[in-house]
């Protein structure tokens, strides 16, 4: 019964369930950062032929997913002025296009094609949890790699041509071998190890929602194998913080948990200095962790703030720059949505995605008091919340689009 309730039946829940579970095989011929996009514009095709066919009235599109395509088209609006004015060409400008229409313009399409098609969020649970079963099959394989002599690099797929990004998206990685340490590091079929442990967080919190427990065990200790093998502190922070939180969160309503909270907030009210000095102590601990990667990410986001409030307030600069030799000539304003977006769009495009987030946050938060559905995407919303300081949202939407999907259908739900 279990297993026909999860099968999927309609197109779209086929689509999704088939590109999730050939996740590791599109990774190996580098067709992962094709896929998403293409999976992306095709249901949101589909998502507007069924309101053209009458199958699903504009009515039924939530407030929320309405706000989510204005403000990702208000995104490609901004992205042109910005070109305007630094004077950036026809070509440059088209080349963006393209890059908005791979990422930002994702985040809302899934979202919608979630919100109006038929499908149900047990079958991206079952498929996620499928993905998992796989993910701890192939695990040997890139732990034993780096120990056996195995390379580094597979390949980089020649679909590269195809991508306009860089060879990250189209390569096989096994490992890495962090900088500084000489320890292995894995990034599986991320373009980078932090994205690795985004992902295992995210499919930690897809998979606790199946109600097969043997899936729901395999599911979870797969998300955990790409978070912890990931090595990525906001992995570890994120799955500390998320799960306690919407399990109070979802429960406000209720009078008796009020009550066991105020011998705690009395508790914090007395022993609230020294956990201030505990917690800035694990701050500093957290950045000494990884001592070169927090003085980059702190330098690429000064300079960002500053020539963001000194050269392009409004509009930002338009496109994405490389920084001085003091940051490893890494992007200016990347792993962190808000710098990069300050820097390329400026204070409107920064606008663009906090308000659509908090809308979305505050309506699921609602919602999460009396439906299952929607307290997992009140999970997978504060883990997009998180990760938008330490990953640029944008470049990764073609990775984590089963959450937008599954927070597009808990944002359709009445009930």
């Given at each position: 019964m279990a297993e026909t309730a999860n099968h999927p039946?309609?197109?779209?829940?086929?689509?999704?369930?088939?590109?999730?579970?050939?996740?590791?095989?599109?990774?190996?011929?580098?067709?992962l950062y094709i896929a998403g996009p293409v999976l992306g514009w095709v249901m949101a095709g589909m998502a507007t032929v069924a309101?053209?066919?009458?199958?699903?009235?504009?009515?039924?599109?939530?407030?929320?997913?309405?706000?989510?395509?204005?403000?990702?088209?208000?995104?490609?609006?901004?992205?042109?002025?910005?070109?305007?004015?630094?004077?950036?060409g026809i070509a440059k400008t088209i080349k963006s296009s393209i890059g908005w229409a791979k990422g930002w313009a994702l985040i809302a399409l899934f979202v919608f094609a979630g919100a109006l098609l038929d499908i149900r969020a047990s079958v991206i649970y079952r498929a996620v949890c499928k993905l998992g079963l796989q993910t701890l099959i192939f695990l040997p394989i890139f732990l034993l790699a780096p120990y056996i002599g195995l390379p580094e690099l597979l390949w980089t797929s020649p679909l590269k041509i195809l991508g306009g990004a860089g060879p990250e998206y189209f390569a096989a990685q096994l490992y890495t071998?962090?900088?500084?340490?000489?320890?292995?590091?894995?990034?599986?079929?991320?373009?980078?190890?932090?994205?690795?442990?985004?992902?295992?967080?995210?499919?930690?919190?897809?998979?606790?929602?199946?109600?097969?427990?043997?899936?729901?065990?395999?599911?979870?200790?797969?998300?955990?194998?790409?978070?912890?093998?990931?090595?990525?502190?906001?992995?570890?922070?994120?799955?500390?913080v998320i799960v306690p939180f919407v399990w109070g969160a979802s429960r406000m309503g209720k009078g008796h948990l009020w009550l066991m909270a105020a011998p705690a907030v009395f508790a914090l009210g007395i022993f609230g200095p020294m956990l201030i000095e505990l917690v800035d102590s694990a701050v500093s601990e957290f950045s000494a962790a990884r001592a070169d990667s927090s003085r980059v990410r702190a330098a690429l986001g000064r300079i960002a703030i500053h020539r963001w409030e000194t050269e392009a307030y409004w509009f930002g600069h338009g496109i994405v720059e490389n920084g001085p030799h003091l940051v490893e000539y890494m992007p200016i304003g990347s792993h962190h949505s808000w710098y990069g977006l300050l820097f390329v769009k400026g204070l409107l495009g920064a606008a663009s995605l906090a308000v659509p987030l908090v809308a979305t946050f505050l309506v699921l938060l609602v919602k999460a008091q009396a439906d299952r559905t929607a307290r997992a995407g009140l999970g997978l919303a504060l883990a997009l919340v998180l990760y938008s300081f330490g990953e640029n949202l944008e470049i990764l939407a073609y990775l984590y689009w089963p959450a937008l999907v599954v927070i597009g259908i808990a944002l359709r739900r009445s009930d």
């Open positions: 039946q309609t197109a779209a829940e086929r689509l999704i369930a088939g590109t999730i579970q050939w996740t590791w095989a599109l990774w190996l011929v580098g067709g309101l053209y066919l009458g199958q699903a009235k504009p009515g039924a599109i939530p407030s929320t997913v309405w706000i989510w395509l204005a403000a990702m088209l208000a995104m490609l609006l901004i992205l042109w002025v910005g070109h305007a004015n630094f004077e950036l071998i962090e900088p500084g340490a000489g320890s292995p590091r894995w990034q599986f079929f991320a373009p980078w190890s932090p994205a690795a442990g985004m992902m295992g967080v995210l499919y930690v919190l897809l998979s606790a929602q199946e109600k097969h427990r043997g899936w729901k065990a395999v599911g979870i200790a797969g998300g955990l194998v790409l978070a912890l093998f990931s090595q990525s502190r906001l992995a570890l922070v994120a799955l500390i």
